[in-house]
């Protein structure tokens, strides 16, 4: 793109940092979106937030198509191509749970959200944060491992938390829901948030296998 | 198998192309199948058909089977051989995901199919023959690369298709059948066609992947 | 750990061997329980074999854990690093799969577990046993390959009961229990048995190309 004459003087930052902060980018927006969408409170609110996050989904799918492109085309990664191929699936996927779960919502129409929804998606939201403040330290990972190292084990507490609310969520559903169909609804919803800080969980643990490697 | 001496003379294709030949050959087979099993009016027939699928699914883990020991065996390998790994495992998952459809069809026996089921069906065959104009033209991916990306793109268009179609399904189904045990059927069998699709997608992007690398 | 002087002349067990075996016991330890679990006759009964399980499934985490980093750290590996990466994953899935299908029955509390429970944990444990056999005699492959060829073909076969019985057991639900909830319940908890022999199939899978490079 900016092989012009000038260009050749200016320090180029890493294609592949770009392009992992961008996909930290969308999971962020995304975690704010889903907020949005499963408490809003109109029928075509739920429908423009769905949208979208389908169109963050969307440029979610074409950084993965870039990410994996680079890999095969470029010799200089700053890591393990397998780490990093790893590292861009892992954080589509956390888009993808996170999609899911508005899409879901959008299309069963539960009678009404549990409060753990509402915490669930608080937590996914935290999660995204802390992915994005990892994946925009990995360029200075020498400088400051801990700190990377810090960030990781935050997802890692994340995703305990998230079980042990949608455990709790499901234990109550099953002793107070006495209409199947509600049942059905919310436990798959509230799932694709529980899944979303897995993938978090996912991405925390290739990022500490790079800081190993590399720091 | 052919090492006598009068094969030596003769030009042998590549074992791989065989395989994964005839594995999109098993693809097809097992689409077509499931479009006489979802469609059958008897009971018996859905028996029969059910258990044509199956022995088509033996024959997709022969082949994968055979593919993977391929890969550690022989010295040749026209591609990568992560790439080749993962079409035959990619390709499995559309059988296998086809004939869990079938399968629980056969199990679940749902008052009746909704049409979109069809629907899926044709969309799920389809893909299959994609899937195999594209591993037939692999062998010579260099004369006409652009005819195999144009399938690759097929694919990604029967995916978006497929998954619009199951989301309509969905909201339709939640918002028009009241009987949960009815929702549980009909959800998870049309279910297994989706990701049918999705696997099908996966096929075209390691197809991709590879046009990329050597075309 | 034991650099000290005199254990420079005492040959070490590769670590790689150590750690897979300390997986194949708590494969073996969780499926135990898991029987305990599921037969229980107290809640609070069920909640203590839950909270053992989830123990053993964190000693699984811990496990895995060092074996990806072993893999990252040391020069020796007995085989190829992604096929010993691949054997603690799966083993790592079998104690999930056991684990999530206690604490779905500690969590749903279904009306009563139906005989086919039992008679896929009774597979499950047969196939962790078989687990644990074909990992002890991976440091002596070649002594005795013909050995573990057999105990990966009975994990394929034990995969298939599994798989059947799994399959009778849905049909006689659907056909036989006419309570929305029930279905979902008893549905999901079984379903993580059969994966359960899903994954250790997997594992002998893993196992069984190991030794056709090695043996």
Known sequence: MNNN???MFVPKKNEYFVLLSEMADAIVEVANLNIECITAETHEDIVEYSSKIREQKKIGSVLLGKIVRELHNTFVAPFDREDINNLAIYMKDVIDHISSCAKRFMMYSPKNMPSDSRLLAELV????ETIKKAINSLDMLKKNP?????????????ENNSDEIYENFLIKLFKEEKDAIEIIKLKDILYELEHATDSAEHVGKVIG??????A
């Open 5 to 7: 004459f000038f260009s």
């Open 125 to 128: 939201k935290d999660a995204a």
């Open 146 to 158: 801990q700190n990377i190292t810090h960030l990781c084990k935050k997802l890692e507490n994340i």
């Open 209 to 214: 296998t790079i800081v190993v490697k590399y």
